[in-house]
């Protein structure tokens, strides 16, 4: 199977040497689960996007410091992208931003929550058990960096999980598409690089909250075993 990464940011220089671009995080934490594996980026950030929809077998798109209703060029044709890969019904898989703006390009909306900055570890909570779902504990550990949420769907969209934080949590929508509000391809030692770099915009309560949360292990790795079973699937 050959999964093209939708690039939708670059990680900071000064962390490349240790953590890698994104694509690399993705890569690896998929690759450990599957081997046979292949991945192909597509830097759309840059205005790079596949000449045809079926050059890959299914996409994912990565998070973003970027806001999903921002007017960039970039971000309209990747809206329209996806709706051109919803329309022919191929996988994709959205992490934070690509969560978000899954649901703003099929008829949601995101926008920047009264909540605030989620940040380090956070418990997320399946409502019903997926068929890709390893049917164990309903409660999951992920390592999030969000200030903007989805608040309304999009059309035809399942939520499957969240938190009193964070409602919309993991969403699908048919069988093709399957959206996650966190971080699975983050360690804590890139959350916790993050959070020192934004600890001034987070505020002292997030940011120290965020940093004990650290003290417990995410599930980066089971999540990865539920993208790797969705892809997988028919």
């Known amino acids: ?12 220089p000064r962390w490349v040497g240790e953590y890698g671009e994104y694509p690399d995080m993705f890569a690896k934490l998929l690759s450990d689960v599957d081997p046979g594996l292949e991945f192909v980026t597509y830097d759309v950030e840059e205005g790079q996007s596949p ?3 079926d050059e890959v077998d ?12 921002e007017d960039k060029a970039w971000i309209a044709q990747s809206m329209d992208l996806i709706r051109e890969i919803d329309a022919r019904k191929k996988k994709l898989v959205g992490i934070c931003f690509g969560h978000q703006l899954v649901a703003q390009a099929l008829g949601g909306k995101t926008e920047k929550s ?15 058990t997926p068929q890709w779902h390893d049917g164990d504990n309903p409660d ?32 699908q929508i048919g069988n093709h598409i399957l959206t996650f509000q966190g971080h699975p391809e983050f360690t804590s030692g890139y959350s916790s690089e993050i ?18 949360s650290l003290a417990t292990a995410d599930q ?6 539920w993208i790797v079973n969705f892809l997988r699937s028919e």
């Open 1 to 12: 199977m050959k999964i093209g990464i939708l690039k939708t940011d670059a990680v900071n």
């Open 51 to 53: 000449a045809d929809i």
């Open 58 to 69: 299914a996409y994912l798109m990565t998070g973003s410091k970027s806001s999903v209703y």
């Open 114 to 128: 009264t909540k605030g900055w989620g940040q380090g570890l956070h418990t997320h909570t399946f409502n019903q």
């Open 140 to 171: 999951f550990n992920i390592l999030v960096s969000h200030q903007d949420q989805v608040v309304e769907n999009a059309d035809g969209a399942e939520v499957l999980a969240g938190s009193h934080f964070c409602e919309n949590a993991v969403v």
């Open 195 to 212: 959070m020192n770099f934004r600890r001034e915009m987070i505020g002292e309560e997030v940011y120290e909250k965020g940093m004990a």
């Open 220 to 225: 980066g790795d089971r999540v990865a075993r």
